[in-house]
């Protein structure tokens, strides 16, 4: 079946530590998303990308860095910037790149849960 | 610019009662709109949607009919059940943009 698989679960991050979320899907999908996700707040974006080797800033990328080199993959970097990274980490993709075709909606992960120990 | 405004929960029902959750919008563009569904520890589950005005989305007994003269996207199912507990997002997309806008969230719970 086609889906997003995020990975690990579970992660623990020590103090100046930067770890890497995986998110890789098989949908042949174009864009892919990183959404952070805070108790009682809604979905806020990290990053996207619309196209393999290219990458945009969302609204909260600071302390977080990404890289698209396989259609298929979309690794999340929290580093040691980040100054509060425990949260719920979501990556989505979307078969709509571009103007015009954000009607198809996302397909999600099932989500990261990061806490800092 | 563009934004999604949900009513704040929780909410709490009881089995079989009528459920509605309200969503307002402001979009540039000419907007999607979506109803997305978060089962505790999981991700996101597209569960509606509607691509333009009065269209109405449907699936496993929920409703949401695309309003453009009241720029809503209410939610609506008329007998809830225990399974149905969630968290339930609003979001918009918009013909000129490249990603989503998503509403805050609303926690529902059903009691048996």
């Known amino acids: 079946d086609g889906g997003i698989t995020q990975s690990p679960k579970y992660l623990f991050r020590k103090e100046g530590q930067n770890v890497t979320l995986s998110c890789e899907q098989n949908?042949?999908?174009?864009?892919m998303y990183w959404y952070r996700q805070d108790p009682g707040q809604g979905l806020r974006l990290i990053y996207y990308?619309?196209?393999?080797?290219?990458?945009q800033k969302g609204d909260i990328a600071e302390g977080y860095s990404v890289s698209r080199e396989k259609k298929e993959s979309f690794p999340l970097t929290v580093t040691s910037a980040q100054k509060n990274p425990t949260a719920f980490y979501l990556c989505?993709?979307?078969?709509?790149?571009?103007?015009?075709?954000?009607?198809?909606?996302?397909?999600f992960g099932s989500g990261t849960r990061l806490t800092v120990v | 610019g563009n934004s999604v405004t949900q009513m704040e929960g929780p909410v709490t029902l009881s089995e079989e009662a009528f459920l509605t959750i309200n969503c307002t919008y402001t979009a540039t563009g000419y907007p999607s709109l979506f109803w997305y569904v978060q089962y505790p520890g999981e991700g996101l589950q597209l569960l509606l949607k509607?691509?333009?005005?009065?269209d109405k989305g449907s699936n496993k007994g929920f409703e949401a009919t695309y309003r453009k003269e009241t720029t809503s996207f209410h939610l609506e199912k008329g007998s809830v059940q225990v399974s149905d507990s969630a968290v339930y997002f609003c979001?918009?997309?918009?013909?000129?943009?490249?990603?989503?806008?998503f509403g805050t969230g609303t926690s529902l719970t059903v009691i048996p």
């Open positions: 989505a993709s979307s078969n709509a790149a571009g103007r015009g075709r954000l009607s198809y909606g996302y397909t």
């Open positions: 990308s619309q196209i393999v080797n290219d990458f």
């Open positions: 979001a918009l997309s918009v013909i000129t943009g490249n990603q989503f806008y």
């Open positions: 509607a691509t333009k005005a009065d």
């Open positions: 949908l042949n999908h174009d864009a």
